[in-house]
């Protein structure tokens, strides 16, 4: 017997709140529903929180379920209220592009063939033509000030020294259009989201139920977390977002390849399409063998492949294993290294530069006395090649693809120069 997909994605993790169980459970039981989930163009690239929300639709699609996928080029015009702080109005034609980039994004993840073909939609369509007028007789008529004014992040902001302002506060009505639209055009009848996006998704469905005095659904995901409680999505050198310009496929692989023992089993069943059983055989694996690290080579490969599709994986994985003196480096490419020197914190260095000072600006020793012990005791390497002179110079005969040298000490503290005249 096929599992429900309610107890699917229960078991993933994959359920913070509904506005019913019972009763979405009876709705996906009578058939096919139509659902949407909304993305801002906030900025030009969505990132793995996003990820999360694209996922569980692919999920309710592989059920059987239609999906709407929306990029709010009208909602992203005003910003949905941060907890702290205003947000910085984008210029229309900047979020226009950003609307593009987005569902160029979103777009692989979804099949548009078949009964159930997902189809993309963009609230600027039914928001573009409407006067103020038309907005607040025929929508705000239906919204109550004490339950907008409830919003946690509402209610936070008006009692902070920043306030907020009436276009940031009117966003639950703008988000909350949408789904009445998505109602009346294509039978939509569930919206998801994550859980700090609860009160504007039922927004959405008490707009629809006052309007058209039928009852909708609303489903949100728990934010992603950290066994340790610290902040999930993000490295040192900031968000993880999905756009390989800004985000590498090495620095994406290396970001789930570096996941705690904790961590990585709930973010298989988040983030891979792995079934029950082969992610509770790598959890015994994590609990008998956790050296071998199996679980997150197998997260950072299905999340890498997922985004940026097989060939970027093993590339990351390629380059993975070449800067540590396992592969050939030889074999990378521009794209790879330059991914490579965005996770390292790669530097440029003057030419004419030698070992020693190579290894001080690529982080991998305190100082020049230490970086020259490290060549004299045999432990220092310039692409996987021993380095027995501390007077070595960086030439155009190291440069690897896009002028690049990588510089180790020992096995396991990499760098990566470039030396530029």
């Known amino acids: 017997m096929t599992e429900h997909l309610l107890d ?15 009763e979405l459970r009876a709705a996906l039981d009578e058939g096919p529903i139509t659902l949407y989930c909304g993305f801002d163009p906030t900025a030009p690239s969505l990132h793995i929180g996003n990820l999360v929300q694209i996922l569980t639709v692919r999920r309710f699609q592989l059920a059987g379920h ?31 592009q950003w609307v593009e980039r987005i569902r160029g994004q979103i777009e692989p993840f979804m099949s548009f063939e078949g009964e159930n073909a997902a189809r993309m939609v963009n609230n600027y369509e039914w928001t573009k033509d409407m ?90 995901t728990p934010l992603i977390t950290k066994a340790d409680g610290t902040k999930f999505g993000k490295t040192e050198s900031g968000t993880v977002w999905l756009d390989p310009a800004m985000t590498s496929p090495y620095a994406f692989y290396q970001f789930w390849l570096n996941q705690a023992d904790a961590d990585v089993i709930s973010y298989l069943k988040v983030f891979t399409f792995l079934p029950r059983e082969e992610i509770e ?16 080579r197998t997260l950072a490969w299905e999340a890498t492949t997922l985004v940026h599709g097989e060939a970027a994986a093993q590339g990351a994985v390629d380059a993975s294993q070449a800067l540590f003196g396992r592969g050939e480096l030889g074999t990378l490419d521009e794209s790879t290294l330059s991914g490579c020197a965005q996770e390292l914190g790669g530097a440029d260095v003057p030419a004419g530069t030698t070992i020693v000072d190579a290894l001080v600006a690529a982080g991998i020793v305190d100082s020049r006395s230490a970086a020259r012990r490290a060549v004299q005791e045999g432990g220092a390497y310039v692409n996987n090649e021993r380095a027995d002179d501390p007077e070595l110079v960086l030439s155009t005969d190291h ?22 005249a």
């Open 399 to 420: 440069a690897l693809a896009g002028g690049w040298v990588v510089v180790r000490r020992g096995k396991k503290s990499v760098g990566i120069v470039r030396p530029v």
């Open 8 to 22: 699917e994605l229960a078991w993933r993790g994959l359920i913070s709140q509904t506005t019913g169980d019972d």
């Open 131 to 220: 006067s103020a007028i038309e907005l607040l007789r025929d929508v705000g008529k239906y919204f109550r000030l004490g339950t907008m004014i409830a919003k946690d992040t509402v209610a936070r902001r008006l009692h902070s020294d920043e306030g907020i302002s009436y276009t940031e506060f009117s966003y639950q009505v703008m988000q909350g259009m949408d789904f009445l639209e998505l109602y009346r055009r294509y039978g939509c009848t569930l919206q998801t989201g994550g859980s700090d996006q609860w009160g504007n998704l039922t927004s959405g469905t008490e707009l629809t139920r006052k309007a058209e005095g039928v009852s909708v659904h609303a489903l949100s």
């Open 281 to 296: 055989a790598l959890e015994v694996k994590v609990a008998e063998e956790p050296f071998r690290r199996e679980a997150q």
């Open 66 to 96: 239609k999906p709407l996928m929306l990029v709010g080029g009208a909602t992203g015009l005003i910003g949905d209220p941060k907890m702290a702080g205003e947000r910085t109005l984008n210029p229309v034609e900047v979020v226009h």
